[in-house]
């Protein structure tokens, strides 16, 4: 009798242990990510730390003043990070130049944005000065609307000029843009493109083939499969009467007149471009063109690191004085701008091989533990911010002042360079021939709709012989 009741528990135990395994398996396939909240160690008594992102865990972060702490240093200026609020009054213009900036109220108001005061010597390289530009396209654009020319006289540049700077540092803007992107008056003129008209152009260029092509900018494939970049290229060599000559890697040869001649020429097809398309449609598009620029070079300026040099020449395991020197080194780096996802790759392999070239042939960045957000802005004191590779603007509101969506705030550990040379680097994935899809003699497999059938027949088969050995 004991021994029945005692083989009678262990079928009863194997039934049960078989219901819980099929609740688990069938749970398995619902499973939801859960949500946790970590509680910090320390919350100051004088500042509210911000909500954490409702979204994805791996969202984009959006770096806001709204989480810095308030600056304990009042009688200093403020860090670039801290929030500023605009001061805004009317602006004083020329009344001379021929265009109705109102209709451009829009656009001003973002560029001013993207050039706020604190914020554009730092993302004067990413943000300010490639909407600035695609600004003045489409101001050019604006007033060939009215004209039959695509470019300004130079005394109406010179006001227009002003005009535009003037109201941009009424709405925020900071006054020194044009010196900070190194644009003047003369990049409304047309400069030495010998045409200048919208007659004379469209009698020379294709100009169906050159809308199709940069109507609508594809973020995603321009930069590496180059659509619109091409088109514009064939214009304005056509436009400028230079012969075509490239080099291997496609670089344009010629003469430092050929070349000035050329460069005025694009700026004549983008007001063209300008004047053909909305000017939020010109705006995505020129942003996504200078993005493609911007993003294949690595804007920080490296000094001579010959501290680190000489710190972890012969380094091969974790050293203190080596991981201090280039410490200190990136610190300096991390002043300079805020910078993509994209260039802060190209700027570990550029630091990398100046490293290498030196005689420093082990991983340093492994060994001291660099990141990729160690090349960028530190956001005071917090992790640093690397912005998208794909145009990015500065928000601003009358609550947190202006912010800006940072990347790759997470640990990425920055690549160290397989040479000392930097310029084999790409950023753009190799052509890839996709297999066929399968058709209906191929495809033996149904798919997975009864994948958990057929792993619980065997399953099933195996409890209900354990139970009956029992």
């Known amino acids: 009798m004991d021994c029945f009741q005692t083989v009678s528990q262990l079928k009863g135990s194997m039934c049960h242990a078989f219901v819980l395994f099929i609740a688990w398996l069938f749970s398995f396939q619902d499973v939801v990510a859960l949500h946790n909240v970590l509680e910090p160690s320390h919350v100051s008594s004088t500042s509210e730390l911000a909500n954490p992102p409702s979204t994805g865990l791996f969202e984009p972060i959006e770096i806001s003043p709204a989480v810095i702490p308030p600056y304990p240093y009042a009688g200093e200026p403020l860090p670039p990070m801290y929030p500023t609020f605009p001061t805004t009054y009317e602006p004083n213009l020329t009344g001379r130049c021929p265009v109705n900036f109102s209709a451009m109220s829009s656009i001003m108001q973002k560029t001013a944005s993207d050039c706020s005061q604190p914020l554009a010597p730092l993302v004067g390289n990413v943000i300010c000065c490639p909407q600035l530009g695609s600004l003045l396209h489409i101001f050019q654009g604006f007033y060939s609307m009215k004209s039959d020319k695509l470019v300004l006289q130079k005394t109406a540049a010179n006001d227009c000029f002003s005009d535009i700077i003037s109201i941009l540092a ?213 992790q640093g911010c690397l912005l998208r590779s794909l145009p990015a603007d500065v928000v601003f509101d009358n609550i947190t002042g202006y912010s800006f969506t940072c990347d790759l705030t997470d640990n990425i550990a920055a690549p160290w360079p397989a040479s000392s040379s930097a310029s084999s680097l790409s950023l753009c994935a190799p052509e890839m021939s996709l297999p066929a899809l399968p058709t209906s003699e191929t495809l033996k497999n149904p798919g997975c709709r009864g994948c958990v059938l057929e792993v619980l027949v065997p399953i099933f088969s195996i409890f209900a012989v354990s139970a009956l050995l029992y």
């Open 170 to 382: 009424s709405r925020g803007a900071n006054h020194t843009i044009p010196t900070l992107c190194s644009v003047t008056s003369l990049n409304l003129t047309g400069g030495s493109c010998p045409v200048k008209d919208v007659v004379s152009f469209e009698k020379i260029v294709n100009t169906s083939k050159l809308l199709d092509a940069c109507s609508t900018v594809d973020p995603l494939k321009e930069c590496c499969r180059p659509i619109c970049q091409p088109a514009i290229m064939e214009a304005a060599l056509q436009i400028s009467g230079t012969q075509m000559t490239f080099t291997e890697n496609k670089n344009f040869v010629g003469g430092a007149d050929q070349v000035d001649a050329l460069n005025d020429c694009k700026g004549v097809v983008y007001s063209y471009l300008s004047s053909k398309l909305s000017a939020e449609a010109a705006n995505s598009a020129f942003r996504i063109l200078s993005a493609c620029k911007v993003n294949k070079v690595c804007p920080l300026d490296f000094k001579q690191p010959s501290e680190v040099i000489e710190a972890c020449r012969n380094v091969a395991a974790p050293s203190p004085s080596c991981c201090s020197s280039l410490n200190a080194y990136i610190a300096g780096v991390q002043k300079q701008m805020l910078i993509t996802n994209k260039q802060a790759i190209i700027c570990a392999a550029v630091f990398g091989s100046m490293l290498r070239k030196e005689g420093v042939m082990t991983n340093i960045y492994e060994l001291c533990d660099v990141d990729l957000k160690d090349f960028s802005i530190q956001a005071s004191g917090q």
